[in-house]
């Protein structure tokens, strides 16, 4: 839901470099909060300290300002770290709005924040609705980015693509799939790996839609298929260069490698994902996950996802601000593993904001693996983060102050694009009309 003050005021650009000096525009949405007279704008940076108490720290600078002829009030400043800022627009002693902007450290200029989900199914496994319409009802609740990944097939995530081949959409759809393989039940994902790792033998992909390379890769190339028995003898091999510790289950292990290295050869990303789901008890043993994470074979891990209980994602969640402490560092990810996105409370309860110049499959990956995500945790009704302190700060002010404002852009699409899978004859035309809309959205809130 927008805040009352966005409702009434547009303040741009929202995001910026920071220890330079910006231009920053305010603009009354309406006649009933038109500017009129003589305004002072105060701002003051968030990690600052107080200045109302200890005026020394200096914490407050302020802009006296009538508003231009075209109604909007303008003032620069130089904002100074990586934070957000307090805008106050202040009128005979009152403040009248509270507004905020952000500044970044030069890292993080040149890449927009892009909410998605990594990890979620449909009817071509065990989920409820088709390819298509789960893409399009996520785009209505304002993800950017998704990935069909059902179990033990690809093909879904490319009917899903196929679906929108035709028409103008600002909506990164990947390829993607759940990797199950024999004698392995430790939960992977392939996030926009160019080919399947579940086709590369027998199995359902193979019974569903037969051995073709169009429907086990994204552009036609894909390794030659194996027998299980072929993929067996791999692993044995791969296992026996391992070193793998007594206690530990080697074949389990080994093939987790063996699934986390051929994403890596197909260009995706390799989620290692809850390994705290509970069914009845922990997924896989706990002596497996910490030799999993202490060894580091995946890309990134799936630290919120799936569940509304608090265990799995409060569970997840410690672990990873556990290992951070002992050092370990890997990227981070959530996502919903949801299996319907209409009438489920399950269905948006976690998602990922990567900072990445561009939305596309390469520019998410590579974001990912660079570190650069925040999770987000849907489940009450505050949202929560989990990540790097910068990236929770920055994340909570976006989606405080810039995401409410996407997703009603974003909405329309989405609805569109389930009008033109279910054959509405206007939705292809309208779609092509409303594109561009995301670009020139984050070209005014982002000054990069």
Known sequence: MIKLALTN???????????????????????????????????????????????????????????????????????????????????????????????????????????????????????????????????????????????????????????????????????????HLEGNDVHIVNFGGKYSVNALMPGDQHIDVGPGKEFRSLDGECPEIISVEEYKRQVNKLAETLNIPDGIEKFTYASCVWIFNHIKAAEGLGIFCHPYWLQNVFQVPETLTEYIIETQPFDAFEVLGGEAYYEQNGFQAARYYDDRIKGRHYPIVGSTDSHSCVHNDEGFVASTIVFSPENTREGIISSVKGFYSVAVDSISKELRLVGETRFVRYGCFLLREFFPLHDELVFEEGRLMKDYVCGDEDAARLLAAINGRMKKQREKYFKF
């Open 9 to 179: 005021y547009d303040i741009f650009p929202k995001v910026f470099p920071c220890d330079e000096e910006i231009e920053i525009t305010i603009k009354p949405l309406g006649a009933h909060v038109a500017f009129s007279g003589e305004y002072t704008v105060e701002v003051r940076a968030l990690t600052e300290g107080n200045s109302q108490r200890y005026p020394e720290r200096n914490n407050l600078v302020p802009y006296t300002r009538t508003p231009d002829k075209d109604g909007c009030i303008r003032f620069s400043h130089t904002f100074k770290g990586e934070q957000e800022h307090y805008v106050d627009i202040v009128k005979d002693g009152k403040r009248i709005v509270r507004l905020s902007v952000y500044s970044l450290l030069p890292d993080l200029v040149g890449r927009y924040p892009f909410r998605g989900d990594l990890h979620m199914h449909t009817f071509r496994s065990d989920g409820r609705q088709a390819p298509a319409i789960v893409a399009a009802e996520y785009r209505k609740n304002g993800y950017d980015f998704l990935a069909i990944t059902d179990h033990d097939v690809y093909y879904g995530s490319l009917e899903a693509i196929n679906a929108f081949k035709d028409v103008p959409i600002e909506y990164n759809l990947v390829p993607g799939e759940e990797v």
